[in-house]
């Protein structure tokens, strides 16, 4: 298998992020196809298609959509989440900077098919590049009527806002992100069976639709091609290509769309194969999944089932590779300390947690590990695990418990020996 | 609150002032424009918020101080103490440390005379770790005001240093100012291309 280009099939295209390049190769089509449908048809082509969120939890992207229109009328809003800040995942900082109208198109169809009166996209504050092609995009789409009053010469008003994060990866959880957009310090809130969903009650107690950029980005290829088509791509419960940001020790670092369903091993030659040493270990979907051993990463798939399987996830797709060079428990000290650094502080499992886990790795790297310290950072995830209002927490649990149960032999020479059992060399350096 | 401020002038200029009041038109709320608040205070107040900015933040949106240092202080991109006038940030998450990170952080140091954390003499550079800025292709990334550095290696710090002291766009005021201006719709404006870079 190859690439299979949806999304990035014009990448290259120069002038595709300007309204004219990308109409030229059938932009706003899907939008003006859209409008020409009643809402609810709109709704039945994205269940047609199988389009389930790209952000990283794979929830049916139809489902939202349609828990939106079942409310009383009144204000409802679409909120695009381009709050990127998985570690290993680089395709919504892309598509925003090189195909900004498919993603302005994308949550224009959402807002005309969900009753929307107004959008938010929350860019993650960093992202002043991407940002400003997206700015520039809505601008042009504003001019030719694709957004605003009689959007797409149908009768429905969809205005469109960009919000600008202020560096907080807690903002990327969906919640997190409307305490944010409402001017708020970026922490969660409850979520069912304790309070109602966002398309129940999300921004300003309204409903709320929330979807990640490459997400709303699939959606004019659905309305312009057709659900049924896009179904076609992909395995029969992994519908459609993904983007997977390919990084680390591999030729060709970059971006790949894939065919759900593509081994990973296929993905990696596509990135130019391993360098620097033989493959040790692979994180397949952003810093928050599971890491792989060489051996688990033979014959895996790429779709949500076959990860949930070899015990990972497809998550954000942000496909981290490692040589045997690599020191799983350095790796996973940078991990550690990533998410100390990120938790948002409301729930005390997570906020102590994550601490406890950094301050253990560290004292491993000093050279003053304790016997049972491994076991201890299993004992600690297993406490944090499920017991946050957000996903972060275990976000924080899960890679790290697997990386002790996969690599328990590295942990224990670290303790046992007070230095990496792969030498001076070993990457990453602690600084 | 009031009180306290009663007759005090602030630094806003009559531009931001309009700025802040298109921005706060996006929302049903005036509280919601926290965050560009926050950006235009930042610009405003030359780089910091100062705690003549977050006052006046907090009177132009009709919030206690104390609520608008709290949301101030729980992103990092607002400079609540001492930032240089550019300010370096290295990547030194997964993919940036397996590649390197840390000697073109080493090699910062060296050059700029400051440890992580701290600000040159003269106020003009300081030097962070910064987690995952998701262009992990072009790892070690680092970022200094609204420019993000691909491929950085200790080998050309130095092209990276000539750069962002004769570029455009990565001091900390133009920074807010760029995050600033991406909220703002342009009528008219034309239409145009980016580059890739």
């Known amino acids: ?81 381009a709050d990127e800040g998985e570690p290993g995942t ?61 959007m797409a010469g149908s009768e429905a008003t969809f205005d469109l806002h960009v919000h600008m994060g202020a560096g907080s990866y807690e903002c990327g959880e969906e919640t997190a992100l409307m305490s944010s957009l409402m001017g708020e310090r970026g922490q969660p809130r409850a979520k069912p069976p304790h309070a109602p969903l966002p398309v129940v009650s999300g921004l300003w107690g309204r409903p709320t639709l929330i979807n990640n950029v490459e997400t709303y980005a699939c959606v004019p290829h659905i309305l312009r091609r057709g659900g049924a088509w896009y179904a076609s791509l992909g395995t029969e419960r992994s519908k459609g290509t993904k983007i997977f940001s390919v990084s680390g020790h591999v030729r060709k670092p970059g971006n790949y769309e894939i065919e759900l369903g593509t081994p990973l091993s296929e993905l990696i030659g596509m990135a130019g194969g391993v360098v620097g040493g033989a493959l040790k270990a692979v994180i397949p979907g952003g810093s928050s999944v599971p890491i792989l051993t060489a051996s688990m990463c033979e014959g895996l798939a790429l779709d949500y089932d076959s ?7 497809l998550g954000s797709g942000g496909c981290m590779v490692f040589n045997d060079r690599t020191d799983i428990v350095k790796l996973m000290c ?4 990533f998410y100390a650094h990120e938790s948002c502080g409301k729930c005390t499992p997570c906020r102590e947690g994550t601490r406890w886990m950094y301050r253990i790795y560290q004292r491993i790297m000093r050279g003053d590990g304790r016997p049972g310290d491994a076991d201890l950072l299993v004992s600690i995830c297993n406490n944090i695990d499920g017991r946050s209002y957000c996903p972060l927490g275990d976000a924080a649990a899960w890679p790290i418990r697997a990386s002790v149960e996969r690599f328990r032999e590295e942990y224990d020479y670290w303790v046992q020996h007070g230095r990496s059992p792969l030498g001076p060399d070993a990457v990453p350096e602690v600084h | 609150m009031s009180a306290l401020n009663a007759g005090r002038t602030g630094r806003f200029s009559p531009e931001a002032l309009r700025e802040l009041e298109e921005i706060i038109s996006h929302y049903p709320e005036r509280r919601a424009a926290m965050l560009p608040a926050l950006w235009i205070a930042q610009r405003e107040y030359g780089g910091a918020l100062t705690r003549d900015a977050i006052e006046e933040v907090a009177r132009l949106l009709g919030r206690p101080a104390v609520e608008v240092e709290g949301v101030a202080s729980f992103y990092t991109m607002y400079n609540l103490g001492r930032r240089g006038r550019r300010h370096l940030e290295v990547c030194t998450c997964l993919t940036c440390a397996v590649v390197g990170a840390a000697g073109v952080l080493r090699k910062l140091e060296e050059r700029l005379g400051v440890r992580v954390g701290e600000v040159t003499p003269d106020g003009e550079f300081s030097l962070s770790e910064a987690e995952c800025l998701n262009w992990c292709e072009a790892g070690t990334v680092v970022q200094v005001g609204d420019r993000y550095f691909g491929n950085v290696t200790p080998d050309n710090v130095e092209d990276l240093l000539a750069e962002i002291t004769s570029g455009e766009g990565a001091g900390v005021v133009q920074q807010a100012d760029s995050v600033v201006q991406v909220h703002l719709r342009r009528k008219g404006a034309p239409a145009g291309g980016t580059g890739r870079g």
């Open chain 1, 1 to 81: 298998m190859a690439e299979k280009r949806v999304l990035l099939e014009h990448r290259d295209v120069p002038g595709i992020d300007t309204i004219s390049g990308y109409e030229a190769v059938g932009g706003y089509e899907g939008v003006r196809r859209a409008v020409s449908m009643d809402p609810e048809a709109v709704i039945a082509e994205v269940k047609a298609s199988g389009l389930q969120g790209r952000g990283g939890a794979g929830f049916p992207t139809w489902i939202k959509w349609s828990g939106l229109r079942g409310n009383p009328p009144g204000p409802r809003y679409v909120v695009c989440n």
């Open chain 1, 334 to 337: 940078a991990t550690a300390r």
């Open chain 1, 90 to 150: 680089f395709k919504d900082r892309e598509l925003m900077l090189r195909l900004p109208h498919m993603v302005v198109e994308g949550i224009a169809i959402a807002g005309y098919a969900t009753g929307a009166c107004r959008g938010f996209i929350y860019i993650r504050g960093e992202f002043t590049e991407s940002a400003r092609a997206v700015r520039r995009a809505m601008d042009e789409a504003y001019e030719r009527g694709y957004l605003g009053p009689g």
């Open chain 1, 307 to 313: 990860c949930r399987a070899a015990g990972t996830m």
